[in-house]
């Protein structure tokens, strides 16, 4: 009986023993998976490429298998084995959405953890010619663009800087626009502008594309200065204009009405296409002498038309009264037509042709008998030279019309 507890018991024994060792070699085989890999995010990216980072998992023997698919079931995918907690896929298409995710593992027990959360990802667009990228409206401060869509991009970024001053440039990040008011410029200014198309992700990954669309562009000018008028002789049916060019303008308008003193009606108006400081005009509605009056703006060129800035003041101008002399006793008589809009006008004489005019007296009337040149009287034989200039009041100022051409009789 002894004989069989001291059997039993050893049998007991072998058992438990066989118990334990087993319990040993499942514990070895059920290795702990890494952790799950936190934090991906997209950190770079071009038309053919993107690249991807994670936090570290910090544990030992860890590799990553980074999976990239163009659907987020991941049915087909591309995989690549990173050592650290970074990697980039080439070899993509441009302007398009992938998905990623990571799962860290344990390279010598080859024990996976979960995968990541899925990443969508995105390559950057390629620039295209048919944005049509242009500028469609200005201030004097400000720059409106307009663009086309990029098929491939979901935003834009728009770079400027005032032309030949590159190292200083602005950056702005758009949504999913197609035009944009640049403001605060720099008046008078010219801009060169530069629009890359963008690829953006749900995370806030912008793409920007290597290629872009350029224009320059300019806000309005400013007001015109400077301006004067005036015709080469009482006869002439052109009228000469000239101004302060604006630096920047791509042409010029004006406007001429009459300055009566009832109702001004305008005359003239038109175009002056280049950015010059000068400009003849002839017409056959400049024949008459009367007081007219003149305003300038210089403007821009765009593809919506001409954007023209602020106008000059008016300024008041006339031909020269033409004028008949004959000699009366004690003087010579000078008579002239009325200059229509006019206030006065001013009598000069001179003894020279081209220089040394004086005063002799500025009337209302339209004639006049002159029997002193200065100071001393008119003397028989002697040649005198005449000008008669029309003259208006508007507002404080005076204006006075042209004084080119002069009329001359020998006294008698």
């Known amino acids: 009986m002894r004989e069989a507890w001291k059997n039993f018991k050893l049998c007991v024994l072998a058992a438990a023993c066989v118990l334990l060792l087993g319990v040993g070699v499942s514990t070895e085989a059920s290795e702990p998976a890494p952790a799950q890999v936190q934090k991906l995010e997209q950190i ?34 591309r995989s690549e084995i990173a050592k650290g907690p970074e990697t980039t896929f080439a070899g993509l298409s441009a302007g398009k959405d992938y998905y990623v995710r990571v799962s860290a593992f344990n390279y010598k ?51 400027y800087y005032k032309s030949g001053d590159g190292n200083n440039r602005k950056i702005i990040r758009l949504e999913d626009v197609r035009t944009y008011t640049v403001k605060r410029l ?25 290629t872009y669309s350029a224009i320059y562009g300019r806000p309005v ?28 303008a791509d042409c010029y308008q004006y406007q001429i009405y009459t300055a009566s003193r009832k109702k001004d009606k ?19 509605k400049l024949q008459k002498a009367q007081f007219l009056k003149v305003r300038i703006r210089g403007g821009v060129n765009l593809s919506s038309g001409t954007k023209y800035g602020v106008w000059s003041g008016w300024l008041y101008f006339s031909k020269q009264p033409e004028i008949s002399i004959k000699n009366v006793r004690g003087g010579q008589k000078l008579n002239w037509k009325k200059v229509p809009g006019a206030d006065s006008y ?52 005076t204006y006075h019309g042209s004084k080119t051409h002069c009329y001359s009789l020998v006294y008698r």
């Not at 008046?187 to 990954?205: I, M, N, Q």
């Open 346 to 397: 001013t009598v000069k004489i001179s003894q020279e042709k081209r220089s040394g005019y004086k005063k002799v007296q500025t009337v209302s009337r339209t004639s006049i008998t002159v029997a002193k040149c200065g100071k001393s009287a008119l003397r028989s034989g002697k040649t005198y030279y005449y000008t008669v200039v029309a003259n208006k009041k508007a507002g404080k100022k």
């Open 109 to 159: 027990t080859n024990v996976y953890g979960k995968p990541s959360k899925t990443l969508k990802v995105v390559t950057a667009p390629e620039g295209s010619s048919t944005q049509d990228f242009r500028q469609t409206d200005a201030g004097t401060a400000s720059i409106t663009l307009k663009w086309n869509k990029n098929q491939r991009a979901n935003a834009y970024q728009l770079e």
């Open 266 to 284: 305008k005359l003239l108006t038109g175009k002056i296409g280049i950015n010059g400081s000068s400009q003849s005009l002839s017409d056959n």
């Open 221 to 248: 000018p400013g007001k015109v200065t400077g301006l004067t008028a005036v015709f080469s002789s009482p006869s002439d049916t052109k009228l000469n204009l000239s101004w302060n060019k604006r630096e920047h």
């Open 44 to 77: 770079g990216g071009n038309i053919s490429s993107v690249k991807i980072s994670w936090n570290a998992v910090i544990e030992d023997n860890i590799r990553y298998k980074v999976e990239l698919s163009e659907t987020i079931g991941f049915s087909s995918m």
């Open 186 to 210: 720099a008046r008078e200014t010219e801009y060169t502008f530069r629009l890359y198309p963008v690829r953006k992700s749900a995370s806030g990954y912008r793409a920007v594309s290597g």
